[in-house]
């Protein structure tokens, strides 16, 4: 294979998430996997109250962005990240970053590099 195969993770509030699809793509990046989450880290909780009752609510709305490159740049995607998503205030989130054994497509059965590349 040769390359190196790098995901990124980006587990943080889902404000700004379209600014920051917007520069992935200016970067090259096209292919991005995002999942709604619920998380809790160093903030507190807060209590709510809905029809009478009060509750603690502890899990926060996050989203989950995952990426996967090989020709982009790490660097360039995580300061894309913490340029969209630094607040300064707890709870803007963590990137974790893995290097990847390989990729395949299912559809062609290509593998590495290949297996990123969007060609017909």
Not at 8 to 19: G, H, K, L, M, W
Not at 36 to 55: D, I, P
Not at 56 to 61: F, G, K, N, Q
Not at 101 to 107: D, E, Q, T, Y
């Amino acid at each position: 294979m040769g390359d190196v195969l790098t995901k990124i993770e980006i587990v943080t509030r889902p404000d700004n998430f379209e600014a920051f699809k917007q520069e992935l793509a200016k970067i090259g990046v096209n292919g991005i996997t995002v999942v709604e989450a619920k998380g809790t880290g160093l903030q507190k909780g807060y209590k709510e109250t809905y029809r009478g009752v009060t509750r603690e609510i502890s899990l926060h709305d996050r989203i989950k962005i995952e990426i996967v490159v090989c020709e982009v740049p790490v660097q360039q995607v995580i300061d894309l990240a913490r340029k969209n998503f630094n607040t300064g205030e707890p709870g803007d989130g963590k990137i974790f970053i893995y290097e990847l054994a390989n990729v395949i497509k299912i559809r062609t059965a290509e593998e590495g590099r290949a297996a990123l590349k969007n060609e017909q």
